[in-house]
């Protein structure tokens, strides 16, 4: 098959079709280098310009403040549900603080607990986390290491806004999801990751935003590879890179850029989008059922389930018919999962709302 469906995966997702053709462009050698990135030293000057650009092109998308450094590093979320909490909690003699939205927020906490004392200051679990709590709800100890989020929950498909006020105590992100998918206060935060995969590139890279006085906490004799002093002091390269995901992340940020104008008319998008798919559920009569309580909405992962699980299983079927692929849900939870990142086109939301509509009409 040539012809490209609509993919509505949750990671690894959708990628700009302009970031695809480039990189198709340039697989067999990059301009003025002679050989491909696939190819090229992680020492080399073309490196360096890639990887310079990949900085600089974050820090101009979320306007990142001067004490703040950009790394890239490996392992994905679930290294860094580890290195957050060795990095920063163990041998602290103090407690960390996690707020537990869904899936992602649990596995983060349980290797935090490997580490030292953790506290748990809201859990959804009672209402299947289906909605988020207000900010004003939570009591953060100004006592804590830090405090840990989630910003958007994929499975469960559910989507802070904004931040706790977390006074003297570091905040950190799981922004795995959402990362770059709007505008962030960074100067509220002590360190934000994500993983590539979802709406920045590819899978094998994982980018960190963190404040100088965290790197500066770093203990000494932790291992090389799970200190984030170690990767600020070697640019990124305490080892070997993945060279070609930073690559590609480095086009998606450029496209951001210079195709969508930036990630304030990318969360305007990115809105709209969702709001298509929401619209539907909500006029369905009850056919679709929304998973997500309408305050906690994810602009990322649209999650709902349908009358019986059989005709999921045929929702699921027919759509892939259609060129709608990928929607069935987290095989925790089931239902039906549309996720929606920064690379999925309007049109793709668009056919998939069709659908849908043609879909109840005729099953419900």
């Known amino acids: 098959m040539t012809e490209r469906v609509f993919n509505f995966s949750p990671g690894p ?24 990135v696939l190819e090229i030293s992680h020492r080399s000057k073309a490196f360096d310009a890639i990887l310079a650009e990949a900085q600089a092109l974050t ?18 979320a679930h290294l860094q549900f580890t290195m957050v909490a060795m990095n920063f909690l163990r041998d602290s003699g103090k407690t ?8 992602w927020g649990n596995a983060a906490i349980k290797e935090a607990q490997k580490q030292g004392p953790t506290r748990v200051v809201w859990d959804g679990k009672e209402h299947n986390y289906s909605y988020l709590p207000k900010w004003s709800e939570l009591k953060l100890s100004p006592e804590a290491v830090y405090v840990h989020f989630t910003s958007n929950e994929t499975i469960q498909g559910i989507e802070f806004v904004g931040e706790p006020e977390t ?38 890279v994982t980018m960190a935003v963190i404040r100088d006085d965290l790197v500066e906490r770093v203990p000494k004799a932790l291992p090389g590879m799970l200190d984030y002093s170690n990767f600020v002091k070697n640019d990124s390269r305490p080892n070997t890179p993945p060279v070609f995901a930073v690559y590609a992340f480095m086009l998606v940020a450029r496209w951001l850029k210079n195709e969508i104008g930036g990630l ?11 709001k ?15 998973h997500a309580r309408p305050d906690s909405r994810s602009q990322m992962n649209v999650t709902f389930r349908l009358p019986s699980e059989e005709l999921e299983k045929t929702f699921v079927q027919e759509a892939t018919k259609h060129q709608l692929c990928d929607l ?4 925790s939870v089931g239902g039906i ?28």
């Open 13 to 36: 997702a959708v990628m700009p079709v302009p970031v695809l053709e480039q990189i198709q462009g340039e697989m067999l050698a990059l301009p003025g280098v002679g050989m491909s």
């Open 59 to 76: 820090r101009e998308l979320l306007r990142v403040p001067e004490n703040y450094r950009i790394i890239f590093l490996q392992g994905g």
């Open 96 to 103: 960390a603080e996690y707020i537990l939205t869904g899936s």
């Open 167 to 204: 006074g003297g105590v570091p905040l950190i992100c799981d922004s795995s999801s959402d990362f770059l998918s709007r505008p962030v206060a960074v100067n509220r935060y002590g360190l934000i990751y994500a993983c590539a995969q979802k709406n920045a590139g590819i899978a094998g």
């Open 264 to 274: 304030e008319k990318m969360a305007a998008l990115n809105q709209r989008k969702s």
């Open 276 to 290: 298509l798919l929401y619209d539907v559920l909500d006029s369905s009569g009850g056919f679709y059922r929304p």
């Open 328 to 331: 069935k849900g987290h095989r």
């Open 337 to 364: 999962r549309a996720s929606i990142y920064n690379a999925m086109p309007v049109a793709g939301v668009e056919t998939l709302a069709g659908f849908m509509r043609d879909f109840a009409k005729r099953s419900g």
